[in-house]
T-cell receptor
Framework: KAGVTQTPRYLIKTRGQQVTLSCSPI?????VSWYQQTPGQGLQFLFE???????NKGNFPGRFSGRQFSNSRSEMNVSTLELGDSALYLC??????????????FGPGTRLTVL | SQKIEQNSEALNIQEGKTATLTCNYT??????LQWYRQDPGRGPVFLLL?????KEKRKERLKVTFDTTLKQSLFHITASQPADSATYLC?????????????FGSGTRLSIRP
């Protein structure tokens, strides 16, 4: 079974631009969560999608948004990029999003650098 | 506010010894605790989950303990190998089963020297 894939793996943008990151979950998984990982803040939850609906959202500004398609693939978008948005963005998929029973599988991440 | 602390940023262990990583938390009552492994440039990989009513869990060379009185979890790797070198993250879950309810620690970088 193929794992979680994320594209692109690396991205360099300048302040003010916007970016779209893509995530393909494991086949059959309906829940997709996005995380931001930085050396200072660690791994922080951005949002979770389940069956094309945003189920939960973390404490991030509205510049961060996402969506999920009918095939469970997900995208996240960051508009008006700031230097502080430089991070590793991780996507994780699980069967139903129940963290107490489902195993969460992470993708390799997209390394975003904002100049 | 809720806080998770993982012992020291880095831990160096001789091959064959037991590595013990610590995860302490405050102002939180987790229903379960997860441990992940993360290699450089890759996403975390789930290792073990232990619930609040479980004292210990094992998987091959891995053992996790969970002490809700001490508010601490210990993660042991026995007969450590250089291939075990990685960053290990603990994550607390509770107040719901959503990923939004999980708090990750900053991780401990483990190095196993031959």
């Amino acid at each position: 079974k193929a794992g979680v894939t994320q594209t692109p793996r690396y991205l360099i943008k300048t302040r003010g631009q916007q970016v779209t990151l893509s995530c393909s979950p494991i086949s059959g998984h309906r829940s997709v969560s996005w995380y931001q990982q930085t050396p200072g803040q660690g791994l922080q939850f951005l949002f979770e999608y389940f069956s094309e609906t945003q189920r939960n959202k973390g404490n991030f500004p509205g510049r961060f948004s996402g969506r999920q398609f009918s095939n469970s693939r997900s995208e996240m978008n960051v508009s008006t990029l700031e230097l502080g948005d430089s991070a590793l963005y991780l996507c994780a998929s699980s069967l139903n999003g129940d963290q107490s029973t489902d195993t969460q599988y992470f993708g390799p991440g997209t390394r975003l650098t904002v100049l | 506010s809720q806080k998770i602390e993982q012992n020291s940023e880095a831990l160096n262990i001789q091959e064959g010894k037991t590595a013990t990583l610590t995860c302490n938390y405050t102002n939180y009552s987790p229903a379960y605790l997860q441990w992940y492994r993360q290699d450089p440039g890759r996403g975390p990989v789930f290792l073990l989950l232990i619930r609040e009513n479980e004292k210990e869990k094992r998987k091959e060379r891995l053992k996790v303990t969970f002490d809700t009185t001490l508010k601490q979890s210990l993660f042991h790797i026995t007969a450590s190998q250089p291939a075990d070198s990685a960053t290990y993250l603990c994550a607390l879950g509770g107040g719901g089963s959503s990923a939004s309810k999980i708090i990750f620690g900053s991780g401990t970088r483990l190095s196993i020297r031959p």
